[in-house]
């Protein structure tokens, strides 16, 4: 197993194109980060998997987008304008800022080292304000959304309506949130502003914990599927003293990231308070009727919530493995061809035209059905290294038997092993082995 530092993955992540810092040219901003070519095809490719395996697979589930800014209304009702809060603290000796919940010596400070320095700790609201408008006041005042579930919750009556659905069943979305951090960081780890995968599953509520079970086993195959270690994950149930206002119950699958044990994804029984809270404050009754039965009754909801930032995250911490090749150090991203920023590279073996001309068809075919790249700079060992590196799963190489046999190598990243293919069959030969 290899042993990953934060500071090595973002190293990589920065100069292959994965993740950059904000504002960067400006001095950067804290806890920022924008994705460039090869991570918004990670992070795009670990999305489409998780809405593949909840919503595309299934007969119960259906998507759902709903807007950031929503009414101060909702928020009032959910309870976050109340108690979505964290404990802070000051060091007055620096200045500092910290999560009271976070520290492992609640006496001393982890910037300055000094004891006994901190404020008495004061609730800090996470949801960041603006204003609807042109008018800066009470009545203009809005949020970010802090999560994506209330979205579900206020346009459950809707989609089950317009959708014909019935018991059990469930509404997913993805989509950015922003939570006002007391303490970002490691990396993209926690941030500001991310990207959640959620799903709000509603049953009934008898059938509550035989659902939470379920999703609990659901979601931790996902991972393992996608190729993670299962020994770097684990599951942890919360105590009594750690359960959301709203949980009768949640575990967390949490990874083995650089710094130790960290939450991946919760997955919360929910009960029926967000369903019974929005009927009380917007008057709309939100009850389910059954019609078999002839009964009304509010749906209890089983929620599996995961960050997608986060998740890529894991990802690519997961599958980054160094190991000696011929005396020499070879970095590997072994991620699942599922997940791959570019499922092949075509590299022509010269730069000459006779061999780009061949290299540039080949490469317009498989683009019709993959994300991949034409790489012609450098020596060919070079250029596998650099594939190795950013996790492409197959190299094709053109070389100038290609011109008389009409066949191309493909080389396996993993294995490093190489098989000549003809081209006329190269497209089913990739199939066979992308395709799953």
């Known amino acids: 197993m290899t042993q990953v530092t934060l500071e090595t993955i973002s190293n990589l992540a920065k100069k292959r194109g994965f993740v950059f810092q904000s504002s960067e040219i400006y001095g950067g901003i804290r806890s920022a980060y924008d994705y460039g070519p090869l991570g918004v095809e990670l992070l795009r490719n670990v999305k489409e998997q998780w809405w593949r395996s909840l919503v595309q697979q299934r007969d119960d589930v259906v998507g759902l987008d ?19 809060t964290d404990p802070m603290v000051e060091c007055r000796n620096c200045n500092t800022r910290h999560r009271l919940d976070k520290l492992e010596d609640p006496e001393q400070c982890p910037s300055c080292g000094k004891r006994g320095t901190f404020t008495e700790p004061r609730q800090f609201n996470l949801m960041f304000k603006t204003h609807m408008g042109p008018v800066e006041d009470e009545d203009n005042l809005v949020y970010l959304r802090p999560e994506t579930a209330q979205g579900i919750f206020i346009n459950f009556e809707n989609v089950r309506r317009s959708n014909r659905m019935k018991l059990p069943f469930g509404i997913a979305q993805i989509g950015k949130s922003f ?27 008898e059938e509550a914990d035989e659902w939470f079970n379920y999703w609990v086993e659901h979601r931790f195959s996902w991972y393992t599927d996608l190729g993670i270690d299962p020994d770097k994950l684990r599951l942890r149930p919360h105590d009594a003293d750690e359960l959301s206002h709203y949980s009768a119950g949640t575990s967390d699958i949490e990874f083995l990231f650089p710094w130790g044990w960290d939450e991946l994804e919760g997955i919360a029984n929910r009960t029926d308070y967000d369903l019974k809270q929005h009927t009380e404050h917007s008057g709309e009754d939100l009850r389910y009727f059954d019609q078999e ?70 490469a317009t075919e498989l683009r019709r059905k993959w994300m991949i790249e034409v790489d012609t700079t450098q020596s060919i060992g070079r250029r596998y290294r650099r594939q190795d590196e950013i996790g492409t799963p197959y190299c094709v190489t053109v070389d100038f038997d290609t011109l008389e046999d009409h066949a191309v190598t493909v080389r396996d990243r993993d294995s490093m092993a190489q098989e000549r293919v003809s081209t006329d069959r190269l497209l089913e030969y990739l199939s066979g082995l992308l395709d799953r």
């Open 66 to 84: 709903s807007a950031i800014i929503q009414a101060r209304a909702v928020w009032r009702a959910s309870g976050h304008e109340e108690v979505f």
């Open 179 to 205: 939570r006002n951090e007391i303490t970002p960081g490691q990396f993209v780890f926690r941030t500001r502003e991310f990207e959640q995968m959620e799903m709000e599953f509603f049953c009934r509520p």
């Open 293 to 362: 039965t002839n009964e009304r009754f509010f749906p209890y909801v089983i929620e599996p919530a995961a960050g997608a930032t986060r998740t890529t995250f894991a990802f690519l911490i997961d599958a980054y493995t160094e190991e000696e090749v011929n005396e020499e150090t070879r970095v590997v991203l072994r991620l699942d061809p599922r997940l791959a920023p570019y499922k092949a590279a075509v590299l022509p073996l010269s730069k000459k035209p006779e061999l780009i001309e061949p290299a540039e068809k080949i």
